[in-house]
């Protein structure tokens, strides 16, 4: 079985930066596709990033290219998001998921994976 734990979140001013944290805790993330996916009120869930097992494939949604950065230590069962620049509409709570099934070439922002955090709020604001 497979937990998954959030951290990082917080309050930030614009253009500020957080590094968020996904930690698998169980039988690790190694042959896992991760993706992170944002919520804020009143709107849908919105895949943000992703990063297959291997490193081999990362997307990122068009709003966050160039300022957020997805990378995995795999020896640490982590997957990381930096996210430098930060806008208000970045706000929300950020969620990792995980699954075993899209192999080393492909995964998808949107949310069909199998495992699921319980999220760490991002705020941002002066």
């Known amino acids: 079985q497979l937990q998954l734990v959030e951290s990082g979140g917080g309050l930030v001013q614009p253009g500020g930066s957080l590094r968020l944290a996904c930690v698998g805790h169980?039988?690790?993330?190694?042959?896992?596709?991760v993706g992170w996916f944002r919520q804020s009120p009143g709107k849908e869930r919105e895949g943000v990033s992703c990063i297959t097992s291997g490193s081999e494939t990362i997307t990122y949604a068009d709003s966050v290219k160039g300022r957020f950065t997805i990378s995995r230590d795999n020896a640490k069962d982590t997957v990381y998001l930096l996210m430098n620049n930060l806008k208000p509409e970045d706000a929300g709570v950020y969620y990792c998921?995980?699954?075993?099934?899209?192999?080393?070439?492909?995964?998808?922002?949107?949310?069909?994976?199998?495992?699921w955090g319980q999220g760490t709020e991002v705020t941002v604001s002066s």
């Open positions: 169980g039988i690790g993330l190694l042959y896992d596709a």
């Open positions: 998921a995980t699954d075993r099934g899209y192999g080393g070439s492909y995964c998808p922002l949107t949310p069909d994976y199998d495992n």
